[in-house]
T-cell receptor, first 117, second 111 residues
Framework: GAVVSQHPSWVICKSGTSVKIECRSL??????MFWYRQFPKQSLMLMAT?????????EQGVEKDKFLINHASLTLSTLTVTSAHPEDSSFYIC?????????????FGPGTRLTVT | EDQVTQSPEALRLQEGESSSLNCSYT??????LFWYRQDPGKGPEFLFT???AGEEKEKERLKATLTKKESFLHITAPKPEDSATYLC????????????FGTGTSLTVIP
């Protein structure tokens, strides 16, 4: 149980184009999902908190117009990197917190490797 | 200021050589401390949640403990497949749903 998927697992795009990453909770509902970014040999950096049916909350320093988040249902959140540049190349990971159960665990997706050329 | 520190940064063990990883924290209003395992190029895999000092959780060769200042992840008789980066994260009353991650311990178990 508590499986989270991400699609695509890797993507290469040209500078200036946009890329959409999907995060799905497969066997549970998640009112809240999170988007992280991870650089090589570093820990996870929270980018934004995504709440179903409302606007995402972005961490300080994260451009909300560049990283568009949509949490349209209790099992799906999407992150769109707009006008991507090489410095946006990174490993993007989502997580989801189950709505029911009362626990605080987050379950993570397998990550998406974005390379901008 | 809230802080989560993991040590050591890297650890090399012989197969069967037991050891412990440390996660020390200085936060107010701890709601939970979480341990994850992360393999290269993958997302973190949930291991344990600890909520209060004195609590212990076990899973196969892993045992997690919690005090008021730190958590230990004990690895008993590790195998090469236990090689991974182990991350701890805390959630506090003022961070809401958010986790604050430590920088991780990279564990290598040599056959």
């Amino acid at each position: 149980g508590a499986v989270v998927s991400q699609h695509p697992s890797w993507v290469i795009c040209k500078s200036g184009t946009s890329v959409k990453i999907e995060c799905r909770s497969l066997d549970f509902q998640a009112t809240t999902m999170f988007w992280y970014r991870q650089f090589p040999k570093q820990s996870l950096m929270l980018m934004a908190t995504s709440n179903e049916g409302s606007k995402a909350t972005y961490e300080q320093g994260v451009e909300k117009d560049k990283f568009l988040i949509n949490h349209a249902s209790l099992t799906l959140s999407t992150l769109t990197v707009t006008s991507a540049h090489p410095e946006d190349s990174s490993f993007y990971i989502c997580s989801a917190r189950p709505t029911s159960g009362g626990s605080y665990e987050q379950y993570f997706g397998p990550g998406t490797r974005l390379t901008v050329t | 200021e809230d802080q989560v520190t993991q040590s050591p940064e890297a650890l090399r063990l012989q197969e069967g050589e037991s050891s412990s990883l440390n996660c020390s924290y200085t936060v107010s209003g701890l709601r939970g401390l979480f341990w994850y395992r992360q393999d290269p190029g993958k997302g973190p895999e949930f291991l344990f949640t600890l909520y209060s000092a004195g609590e212990e959780k076990e899973k196969e060769r892993l045992k997690a403990t919690l005090t008021k200042k730190e958590s230990f992840l004990h690895i008993t008789a590790p195998k090469p497949e236990d090689s991974a980066t182990y991350l701890c994260a805390v959630q506090t009353a003022h961070t809401g749903n958010q986790f604050y991650f430590g920088t991780g311990t990279s564990l290598t178990v040599i056959p």
